[in-house]
């Protein structure tokens, strides 16, 4: 065959399409060459092999490493019996130094196409011939089969929970662990059974083990101390049937936590974009005055995705630092942030991009602890994205209204309105098939002669929905955005339906939105749309006693379609039916014994094509969830209070059951560095293992290109310039970092574990006399910086006792009496493993709150012996009107100067003024040690506004 290529001069790849004549069934090699004569000298051929048969298979590998096959005709899909398929066996001749096939065995098809390869005894590879009288079937697909793995060996598992996912060395972790016999269809838990714990570090040395005994509910519990002066990181809680891991570091307790609330407004680029933003204390108090660091980066994406349609990928631009600068939070803790919303002119408006600005900002604390947070905004040349809730293929009986929803470029709803009209689509002409390539770009074949050769097959390439014609219109109106627009239930036929939806954004641009959907009616056999092969989901999930359906369909003459039915890694029931020119709907029962899900898998071959389509149905343990709430709780408490939950737990039906509850109430802070969340899926959930493939023997092959001189390359001589030797010196960029003064720490940071050990109130009753401090601010090199950065004299002034209670010191108790130190900062407040419901469903939960000024995250998880199960999960604050928060460092050496600070916040609704008051004692001997750090005296009188606060 002689091909003229249509000349071309722009250097860049193109292709053609040409029809090879028909064939006779065989083996063929097809080759192409720049010449006539197919020389190889100064010129290039290429060649590639193909089979010219109606054999046709699909395959599968099941988890007992056995190959399942069906031969099927190629032409019609029809099975194929007593077909021949040889086993080519592939192993490697060490002599020969190269792989040999050497036969294995052979295998022949049953009435419906199906033969099975079993597994073997040893690890193997191999390839398949068919053979059907005078046609045969060369296969270079190769198969690979391991030993199969077969144990009876009976194995439980644990799972394990702690009362938190982060600790310090000296603290005691906490945990619980639930026994299970998973072996069967359903998990049991196992009693009486005793379970060796084992404690292991970092670098897996034993720190410690434990013996214990499963009680009735399976379950079993206990605590390890987690040892000081080891290597600290990733640790676990280990026993033979499970672990859990969790972190151990020498961290410092955040006390604030930093939120950044990007507005639901539209913005336009080249215009200024204000931010808000907010820190607030863990204890409920507000972050003023505090110091923000921030910085904006843009990058660029693309939200109307119908630039996609037509395989165009838009660039992409680097992510860039447009903007940074500083403020500080205001007295009710917010701080704004505003920039100038600078597009990449790198990236063309007609694309439509949009970009996203990344906002990060750092947040110092008065007292020096830093905390940072990021949000982003989405900023396009248009600010709005219009969108319906309508299903690409939809019922007519469910087609009752339509919504248009109005959203910006970060998701949130918006308030819209503008104008729809529903089209309805003429169907295509013809049924088309699926191109194994994309059209090619230059034309060699007329339309006619193409349509001629390949009738099925669209000249220039697939058939979007978006380019068919309109047949008539079937409604045009108003919107307005989230309102239900109602639809007449006779309108409406089988087919194709286009939805145009147009509005305006705030800057007058405007929106246009276009939605493609099928409608298909159950109660008929008419195929909505003319395709070979049609699937639709009708109901695919349900619950026992509920049916599941599909509907599928083809516009073929005579489809034989095989649907068969996977139920836990196997097949329980197969069908064959044959489809012509309709839509069959396909109902299946739903079952107790399908609850964690069963799958269908559709199977069809016809005309050199094969359809294969899986669909899960869902089927949720929902006869497995208890029910668990509050019928008390109070989400604020004073520190050191008493308290008492009652939890109410109900079964599926809102029955009484009897369950074990294990509970915890921990510090939420802790969960900045690492969240704490118990989960557990206790039943099997099965998805579709056993679907058929039958890709490689309908794909398209590739050519190998033989070439000898056929390229001329053009060659440069590099040139060399004069440069310095640096003999290996290399001076970096980035990332450097310079130490002034090893010797001296200003504390800044999180609170050390007992860090909050001074008194609410500020008033002290071991001596006679108060103290408070005054603040002139000099140049000196050597004086301590307050928060702002400007040097501090600190100087020291006595007043009296009776002064201090004057100038605002308060008392708990009376006049002059002094407020009691905090002393209990435990970060684990309860942890109650062993919790058990009264005959009323009933669990009573009685505590102490800690003194820690901080959010409490409350995690339950409660089982019954036929293990139902469910979670809950809720917060707490404990604050005082009046609160100390002091930032400590972790760690000293001998010799380093220090510069303490506190925060004294006032979160009630009045100015509160008083003394502030330190005291060091021996950490061995609770010696008061002031006059060890030359500190004579230790009362500082301070003020504070309301709904504020000041630092120390």
């Given amino acids: 065959i002689e091909v003229n290529i249509p000349k071309t001069e722009d250097h860049q790849n193109h292709s053609i399409e040409i029809a090879i004549p028909e064939l006779e069934t065989g083996y063929y090699v097809l080759i192409a060459s720049d010449n006539k004569e197919f020389r190889t000298d100064s010129s290039a051929f290429a060649y590639a092999y193909t089979s010219v048969t109606d054999i046709a298979y699909v395959q599968r590998k099941n988890s007992k490493e056995e190959y399942e096959y069906y031969v099927f005709s190629r032409s019609t899909g029809k099975p194929l019996a007593n077909v021949i398929a040889s086993i080519w066996k592939e192993h490697y001749n060490y002599i020969l130094q190269k792989y040999v096939y050497t036969k294995s065995g052979s295998k022949s098809t049953n009435n419906e196409g199906y033969f099975k390869i079993k597994a073997p005894y040893d690890y193997r590879s191999f390839y398949l011939d068919f053979k059907y009288g005078d046609d045969e079937l060369y296969t270079d697909e190769s198969f690979y089969q391991s030993r199969p793995y077969n144990s009876n060996y009976k194995y439980w598992s644990v799972h394990i929970f702690t009362d938190r996912a982060i600790y310090r060395p000296g603290q005691t972790v906490y945990f619980k662990g639930l026994l299970l016999d998973p072996s069967g269809e359903n998990p049991k838990i196992v009693k009486n059974q005793n379970v060796y714990v084992y404690f292991y570090d970092v670098n897996y040395q034993n720190q410690g083990d434990l013996c214990l005994k499963t009680n009735d509910y399976g379950t079993f519990n206990g605590s390890f101390v987690i040892p000081e002066g080891i290597l600290t990181g990733r640790m676990q809680i280990q026993t033979s049937y499970g672990t859990v891991y969790f972190n151990v570091e020498e961290y410092k307790r955040p006390k604030f936590e930093v939120k950044i609330n990007a507005p639901d407004k539209a913005f336009r680029l080249n215009e200024k974009v204000k931010l808000e933003g907010k820190a607030e204390s863990y204890a409920g108090s507000v972050i003023d005055g505090a110091e923000v660091k921030y910085k904006v980066t843009r990058s660029t994406y693309y939200p109307f995705h119908f630039y996609y349609w037509r395989w165009f990928n838009p660039p992409t631009s680097q992510q860039t630092v447009i903007s940074h600068g500083s403020t500080v939070t205001d007295d009710n803790g917010s701080f704004f942030i505003e920039f100038e919303a600078i597009p990449d002119l790198n990236v063309l408006q007609k694309w439509n991009p949009a970009f996203t600005y990344t906002i990060t900002a750092d947040v110092t604390d008065i007292n020096g602890e830093t905390r940072s947070a990021t949000d982003y905004i989405n900023i396009g040349y248009k600010s709005m994205i219009l969108s319906t809730e309508l299903s690409e293929k939809t019922n007519i009986s469910?087609?009752?209204?339509?919504?248009?929803?109005?959203?910006?470029?970060?998701?949130?709803?918006?308030?819209?309105?503008?104008?729809?009209?529903?089209?309805?689509?003429?169907?295509?002409?013809?049924?088309?098939?699926?191109?194994?390539?994309?059209?090619?770009?230059?034309?060699?074949?007329?339309?006619?002669?193409?349509?001629?050769?390949?009738?099925?097959?669209?000249?220039?390439?697939?058939?979007?929905?978006?380019?068919?014609?309109?047949?008539?219109?079937?409604?045009?109106?108003?919107?307005?955005?989230?309102?239900?627009?109602?639809?007449?239930?006779?309108?409406?036929?089988?087919?194709?339906?286009?939805?145009?939806?147009?509005?305006?954004?705030?800057?007058?641009?405007?929106?246009?939105?276009?939605?493609?959907?099928?409608?298909?009616?159950?109660?008929?056999?008419?195929?909505?749309?003319?395709?070979?092969?049609?699937?639709?989901?009708?109901?695919?999930?349900?619950?026992?006693?509920?049916?599941?359906?599909?509907?599928?369909?083809?516009?073929?003459?005579?489809?034989?379609?095989?649907?068969?039915?996977?139920?836990?890694?196997?097949?329980?029931?197969?069908?064959?039916?044959?489809?012509?020119?309709?839509?069959?709907?396909?109902?299946?029962?739903?079952?107790?014994?399908?609850?964690?899900?069963?799958?269908?898998h559709i199977t069809a071959i016809k005309n050199?094509?094969?359809?294969?389509?899986?669909?899960?149905?869902?089927?949720?343990?929902?006869?497995?969830?208890?029910?668990?709430?509050?019928?008390?709780?109070?989400?604020?408490?004073?520190?050191?209070?008493?308290?008492?939950?009652?939890?109410?737990?109900?079964?599926?039906?809102?029955?009484?059951?009897?369950?074990?509850?294990?509970?915890?109430?921990?510090?939420?802070?802790?969960?900045?560095?690492?969240?704490?969340?118990?989960?557990?899926?206790?039943?099997?959930?099965?998805?579709?293992?056993?679907?058929?493939?039958?890709?490689?023997?309908?794909?398209?092959?590739?050519?190998?290109?033989?070439?000898?001189?056929?390229?001329?390359?053009?060659?440069?001589?590099?040139?060399?310039?004069?440069?310095?030797?640096?003999?290996?010196f290399y001076y970096p960029y980035y990332n450097n970092y310079y130490l002034d003064d090893l010797r001296t720490i200003t504390v800044s940071g999180c609170a050390m574990e007992d860090e909050e050990s001074i008194m609410d109130g500020f008033v002290c009753n071991q001596s006679t006399a108060a103290y408070k401090v005054t603040e002139k601010k000099e140049a000196s090199a050597s004086e301590d910086k307050d928060a702002s950065g400007e040097k501090l004299n600190r100087k020291f002034e006595t007043v009296s006792k009776e002064q201090a209670y004057k100038n605002g010191g308060e008392s708990t108790e009376g006049q002059g009496t002094p407020v009691k130190a905090r002393s209990d900062f435990r970060e684990t407040a309860f942890f109650m493993p062993e919790l058990r419901t009264d005959e009323e469903g009933n669990i009573v939960i009685k505590f102490t709150i800690p003194e820690a000024l901080t959010t409490w995250k409350m995690l339950g998880f409660a089982h019954t012996k036929d293990l139902k199960y469910g979670f809950i999960e809720n917060e707490l604050i404990t604050q005082k009107n009046l609160m100390v928060i002091p930032n400590l460092p972790r760690f000293l050496r001998e010799n380093d100067k220090i510069v303490l600070s506190a925060k004294i916040s006032n979160i009630s609704g009045k100015d509160l003024n008083g003394v502030a008051r330190i005291e060091f004692f021996d950490a061995a001997t609770l010696k008061a040690i002031n006059d060890k750090f030359k500190i004579a005296n230790s009362g500082s009188k301070f003020a504070v506004k309301a709904k504020s606060s000041t630092a120390v």
């Fill in 398 to 600: 469910e087609l009752h209204s339509i919504t248009i929803e109005a959203k910006n470029l970060k998701g949130k709803s918006i308030e819209a309105k503008g104008s729809f009209e529903i089209l309805k689509l003429k169907s295509r002409d013809k049924i088309e098939y699926p191109r194994k390539w994309q059209a090619p770009d230059l034309k060699y074949m007329s339309e006619k002669e193409f349509e001629e050769a390949f009738p099925n097959m669209n000249y220039d390439g697939v058939l979007y929905m978006s380019d068919l014609d309109i047949e008539k219109r079937i409604r045009k109106g108003s919107f307005v955005s989230g309102k239900e627009i109602g639809l007449d239930d006779n309108e409406w036929a089988e087919g194709i339906y286009k939805l145009v939806a147009e509005s305006e954004d705030i800057f007058g641009e405007t929106i246009r939105m276009e939605s493609y959907f099928v409608l298909y009616d159950t109660a008929t056999q008419v195929l909505p749309e003319k395709l070979p092969f049609w699937t639709a989901p009708v109901k695919i999930s349900g619950e026992p006693g509920e049916k599941a359906s599909l509907l599928i369909g083809s516009g073929e003459k005579e489809l034989h379609v095989m649907v068969e039915t996977e139920h836990k890694g196997k097949i329980v029931n197969k069908t064959s039916l044959i489809l012509s020119k309709e839509k069959q709907l396909l109902e299946f029962p739903i079952l107790e014994k399908h609850r964690g899900n069963f799958t269908i």
């Fill in 608 to 728: 050199n094509h094969v359809y294969t389509s899986s669909q899960l149905i869902e089927v949720p343990y929902s006869n497995k969830e208890l029910d668990i709430s509050f019928e008390t709780f109070r989400n604020k408490l004073l520190p050191g209070q008493d308290e008492e939950w009652r939890i109410k737990i109900l079964g599926p039906n809102g029955e009484k059951v009897a369950a074990e509850m294990m509970a915890t109430l921990y510090d939420a802070s802790l969960d900045a560095f690492v969240s704490n969340d118990w989960y557990l899926s206790l039943y099997k959930t099965f998805y579709g293992e056993l679907n058929w493939t039958g890709n490689q023997n309908f794909s398209y092959n590739n050519s190998s290109l033989l070439n000898n001189n056929w390229y001329t390359y053009l060659y440069y001589i590099p040139t060399y310039y004069d440069a310095l030797n640096w003999f290996g």
